[in-house]
Nanobody, 121 residues
Framework: VQLQASGGGLVRAGGSLRLSCAASGRTFSSYAVGWFRQAPGKEREFVARLSSSVVITDYADSVKGRFTVSRDNAKNTVYLQMSSLNPEDTAIYYC???????????????WGQGTQVTVSS
C-alpha cells in the first residue's frame, strides 16, 4: 500500500482545511487508517483513526469536536476534515494504514509522506 497525503496549506486561526490521503492497492478497504501529526521539536502524535469497517472512530482530545475522519473506499481515499483551526494545530500531518487500529504509531505499516499545515494567529 502506498499513501499520498495532500491538502495542507496556510490558514488563519478559525479556518478549515480538508486533508486527503490517496492509497494505492486493491485491498486498501481492509486496512485501518490513522492520522498523525508532528510539530517541530515534538514527537509524532496521534490525531484520529478509523477502522476498516468504519465502526471505530477515535480522536485525540485536542481535536475532538473539530476534526472528522472519513474514508471513501471506492476512491481509495481517506479524509481529515479540520475546522476551528488554531496555531497549536500547526504540524506536518501524516496518514497511515495498518491491519490493526490503535493510537500507537507502531501499529501502522504504511505511511504517507506528510503534508504541512500552518495556522496563523
Amino acid at each position: 500500500v502506498q499513501l499520498q497525503a495532500s491538502g495542507g496549506g496556510l490558514v488563519r486561526a478559525g479556518g478549515s482545511l480538508r486533508l486527503s490521503c490517496a492509497a494505492s492497492g486493491r485491498t486498501f478497504s481492509s486496512y485501518a487508517v490513522g492520522w498523525f501529526r508532528q510539530a517541530p521539536g515534538k514527537e509524532r502524535e496521534f490525531v484520529a483513526r478509523l477502522s476498516s469497517s468504519v465502526v471505530i472512530t477515535d480522536y485525540a482530545d485536542s481535536v475532538k469536536g473539530r476534526f472528522t475522519v472519513s474514508r471513501d473506499n471506492a476512491k481509495n481515499t481517506v479524509y481529515l476534515q479540520m475546522s476551528s483551526l488554531n496555531p497549536e494545530d500547526t504540524a506536518i500531518y501524516y496518514c497511515a494504514a495498518g491491519r490493526t487500529t490503535g493510537r500507537s504509531t507502531r501499529l501502522y505499516d504504511y505511511w504517507g509522506q506528510g503534508t504541512q499545515v500552518t495556522v496563523s494567529s
